[in-house]
């Protein structure tokens, strides 16, 4: 009976100090593996959101796609999301009034406009935040790029059904467009 509440109260113990452990952990671990972790996720993320955009223009076209844009973009991007990891998309000159930057995100875009686009790892107090530009292709520009120019009437036409305040127009390939936001929630 003493030996098996030795042994209940030394499991106890073991129990609570491997979880002091886990809380160090989440605390401690570097950048490198929330860069990995991000970049897995982004690709994912983009994965999907291509892949769908792709065969919605191939079946109807343009402006059907962006009918498609603005009904699965935010359900897309949010499938690998879960109760410690957010994802979203971020750009100064938002089509989608929900991606207008906050404060975290205006800092980044600004610190991507003076000193060059590269992933970062930004650190605040409960959350990790992974943040990767987002640039623009050559394919992109059908539906970001200069009306007429890159952008067809018709698409034109549903861009301003959707988004009476689009501010997402007028882009050429190579510029920055926005930024992945996914934000890490420290377990403390
Ligand atoms: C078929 C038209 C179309 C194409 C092609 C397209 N987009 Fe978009 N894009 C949209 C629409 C519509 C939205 C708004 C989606 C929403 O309501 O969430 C959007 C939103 C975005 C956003 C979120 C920020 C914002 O302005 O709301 C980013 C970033 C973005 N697009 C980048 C790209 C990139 C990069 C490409 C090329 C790889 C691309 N888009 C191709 C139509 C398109």
Same mark, same amino acid.
């Given at each position: 009976m003493r030996l098996l509440t030795l042994i209940g109260l030394v499991g106890l113990l073991g129990a609570c100090s491997a979880s002091k452990e886990e809380q160090q952990e989440t605390t401690q671990v570097p950048d490198s593996v929330y860069l990995y972790r991000g970049d897995k996720l982004v690709a994912q993320t983009f994965d999907t959101l291509r892949n769908s955009l792709l065969s919605a223009i191939a079946d109807k076209g343009f402006p059907h796609a962006i009918d498609f844009c603005n009904e699965q973009a935010y359900p897309l991007t949010a499938i690998y999301q879960n109760d410690s990891v957010s994802i979203r998309r971020a750009s100064a000159?938002?089509?989608?009034?929900?991606?207008r930057p906050d404060s975290l995100e205006m800092a980044a875009l600004a610190d991507f406009i003076v000193n060059g686009p590269s992933t970062k790892i930004i650190r605040t107090r409960d959350q990790v935040h992974y943040i990767k530009p987002i640039m623009m292709q050559a394919?992109?520009?059908?539906?970001?790029?200069?009306? @007429?120019?890159? *952008?067809?009437p018709e698409t034109l036409q549903a861009i301003r059904e959707r988004?009476?305040? @689009?501010?997402? *127009?007028n882009y050429a390939e190579g510029d920055l467009r926005g930024i992945w936001h996914i934000a890490f929630t420290l377990k403390r």
């Open positions: 000159r938002f089509r989608n009034p929900n991606n394919m992109c520009l059908n539906c970001h790029g200069v009306p @007429d120019e890159n *952008i067809k988004y009476p305040t @689009d501010q997402a *127009i």
